[in-house]
C-alpha cells in the first residue's frame, strides 16, 4: 500500500450525490425503541453539537488502519507512509481553505482548542474585540487579554457599525484581534464575515473566524474572506476522529511560546552550564503540535473536506435550504413554537434552527421528541449563555426541570431547543420532526416525565 493507492481507494469510494440525495454518513439505519412501544430509525437533528462521520470517510479511515504508524522520524514503511498522510492532510486542508503563501494549518483537537492556541499567541498588549452573541469557545478564551465585548447586533448593517465604531475608539496602536463566528449555533445566521474583516482591516486589526458552525455548510476561503485566521473542528464536519484546524497567518504563531511544551516542537534541546535546559523550537506549524500527532484524525478531516467539496457546498446548500423550509413552512402555522434570531427571520442561515415553545420547557419538549419520536435533538442555552440571554429574555437555565414553567405565551422562557441537519439528512427525519412538534404541541405528550440529574426522561417507575 502506498500513498497513492490509498488516495485511489477513497476517490473509488467517493459518492457522487444526485442533487437531492442525502450523502452516506454512519447511523443512518440504527433503531432506536420507544417509549410508546416499537422502535424507529434514528433521526439525529443535532448535527450542530456533532455531525455523523460520512461513510467516506470511515471507508478512508478503515482503508488507511492497518497502515497506522507512527508519525515523524519513524524509520520503517508505516511511519514514512503515516508521515506522509499526516502532512497530505496539512496540504489538502490548506488548498480546500484556500489559504495564502506563508498561511500554516496547525492540526488540534477542536475549535475551542484552536482559539485556545490563538489566544495563547496573542502579542503582548493585544486588544481583543468580540460580539456577546458567540459561543463560549469563542468568547471565553481571551480573558489574558484586554477584551470589548460588543452587545448583540439586530442586524449584519449593525454588526459591522458597531465593530467599526468600537475599533475607531480603541485606546491604543497596538495589535488588535477580532474573534468571529461565521454561522451561529444558534439561530443559524450567516454572519457578515467579509465585511467584519474589512472593517478590522481598515483600523488595522486582525480577525479570526470561528467556522465550526459554518465550515460543514460553506466553502470558507481565507483568501476570499480576508481573515487572517480559521477554526473548526472535525467532529461537525463529519470526521468524528478527534482532530481540529486553526489555519493563517504565521508570524504571531511563529513568534509565540509553543502552546504545548514536547517533543515534535522542539528541533535542538541542550542542557546549559548552569544545569538548565535550552530549546530552539520549530518555526513551522509542528511548534504548536508538540506530542504524538492525531495522524488518524487529521487524515479523516482532509477526507470529510475533500468530500464535501466534491460534492459541491451550493449542492449541498441547496438541498439544505429545502429542508429549512420544510422547517419553517410546515410550523408556520404553529403560533406557539417561536423560532429565535437576532437578523430576522428570513436571513440566510445553515441547517440550524431554535426555538422556543409557549407552555413548554425545551428540557421536556426535547426529551418528548427523542422518547415519543426517535428524534435527537438539543436543549438548553448552547454554550452560548449571554445570546440566549439577549435572545430569551429574562434569567435563562442550563439544564432544565421537567416540572418547571416552560415559555411563557409571547414572552420569557427558560431554555430553548435547537434542531440541526446537514449532508447526511434524509427528508424523513425533517418531515418527522415538523409532524411530531405538531402533535406534541397540540396533543401535548403521551408519556410523563421527571427530572434525573438535571435532566427530564420518561418516567418508566409506573
Ligand atoms: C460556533 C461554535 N464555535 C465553537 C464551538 C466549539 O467547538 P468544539 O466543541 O468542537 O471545540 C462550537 C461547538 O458547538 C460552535 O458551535
Known amino acids: 500500500m502506498s500513498v497513492s493507492t490509498l488516495a485511489a481507494v477513497s476517490a473509488a469510494d467517493a459518492v457522487a450525490p444526485s442533487g437531492c440525495a442525502p450523502l452516506p454518513v454512519l447511523g443512518r439505519d440504527v433503531t ?28 478512508d479511515v478503515a482503508a488507511y488502519a492497518p ?37 500554516q494549518v496547525v492540526f488540534t483537537r477542536s475549535t475551542t482548542d484552536s482559539l485556545n492556541l490563538l489566544a495563547a499567541a496573542l502579542p503582548d498588549d493585544c486588544q481583543v474585540f468580540v460580539f456577546e452573541t458567540e459561543h463560549h469557545a469563542a468568547l471565553l478564551p481571551w480573558r489574558g487579554a484586554r477584551v470589548t465585548f460588543l452587545d448583540a447586533p439586530d442586524s449584519p448593517e449593525q454588526a459591522v457599525r458597531a465593530l467599526e465604531h468600537a475599533l475607531a475608539a480603541r485606546d491604543s496602536h497596538g495589535p488588535a484581534l477580532v474573534c468571529v463566528t461565521g454561522a451561529s449555533n ?40 480576508d481573515v487572517d485566521w480559521v477554526a473548526f473542528s472535525g467532529h461537525k464536519l463529519y470526521a ?38 535550552d530549546v530552539q523550537w520549530h518555526d513551522s506549524a509542528a511548534r504548536h503540535e508538540a506530542g504524538s500527532p492525531n495522524v488518524i484524525g487529521a487524515y479523516a478531516l482532509a477526507s470529510a473536506c475533500k468530500a464535501l467539496a466534491e460534492a459541491g457546498f451550493g449542492t449541498l446548500a441547496a438541498r439544505e435550504e429545502r429542508l429549512i423550509r420544510t422547517v419553517r413552512d410546515g410550523l408556520a402555522d404553529v403560533p406557539e413554537v417561536r423560532f429565535l434570531s437576532l437578523f430576522g427571520d428570513d436571513a440566510p442561515r445553515v ?38 440571554r439577549a435572545l430569551l429574555g429574562g434569567d435563562p437555565q442550563d439544564g432544565g426541570e ?11 422562557a427558560l431554555d430553548a431547543i435547537r434542531v440541526s441537519f446537514g449532508a447526511g439528512t434524509p427528508d424523513e427525519h425533517v418531515e418527522r420532526f415538523v409532524r411530531a412538534v405538531r402533535e406534541l404541541v397540540r396533543g401535548g405528550a403521551r408519556w410523563s416525565y421527571r427530572t434525573v440529574d438535571g435532566r427530564c426522561v420518561p418516567d418508566t417507575s409506573a
Open 67 to 103: 497502515y497506522y504508524g507512527s508519525v515523524h522520524r519513524g524509520a520503517g514503511y508505516l511511519s514514512q507512509l503515516s508521515t506522509e498522510l499526516f502532512e497530505n492532510a496539512r496540504r489538502t486542508v490548506a488548498g480546500l481553505l484556500d489559504c495564502r503563501d506563508g498561511d
Open 240 to 277: 468524528p476522529f478527534g482532530a481540529g484546524v486553526l489555519a493563517g497567518r504565521a508570524d504571531w504563531l511563529r513568534e509565540a511560546e509553543p502552546y504545548l511544551a514536547g517533543g515534535g516542537a522542539s528541533r535542538k534541546v541542550t542542557r546549559r552550564e548552569d544545569g538548565g535546559v
Open 186 to 225: 444558534v439561530t443559524g445566521e450567516l454572519w457578515p464575515v467579509r465585511e467584519l474583516a474589512a472593517a478590522a482591516h481598515a483600523h488595522g486589526a486582525r480577525i479570526v473566524l470561528d467556522a465550526a458552525q459554518l465550515a460543514p455548510h460553506h466553502a470558507v476561503s481565507l483568501r476570499e474572506l
Open 402 to 412: 421537567c416540572g418547571a414553567p416552560g415559555a411563557a405565551p409571547g414572552g420569557t
Open 32 to 59: 432506536v425503541p420507544l417509549v410508546t412501544g416499537g422502535e424507529v430509525t434514528y433521526a439525529a437533528l443535532d448535527y450542530a453539537a456533532s455531525a455523523p462521520a460520512l461513510q467516506r470517510v470511515w471507508d
Open 351 to 388: 441547517g440550524v434552527l431554535s426555538f422556543v415553545v409557549d407552555g413548554w420547557n425545551g428540557s421536556h419538549f426535547a426529551a418528548a421528541l427523542s422518547a415519543e419520536y426517535g428524534i435527537g435533538v438539543r436543549d438548553g442555552l448552547f454554550c452560548a449563555h449571554p445570546l440566549l
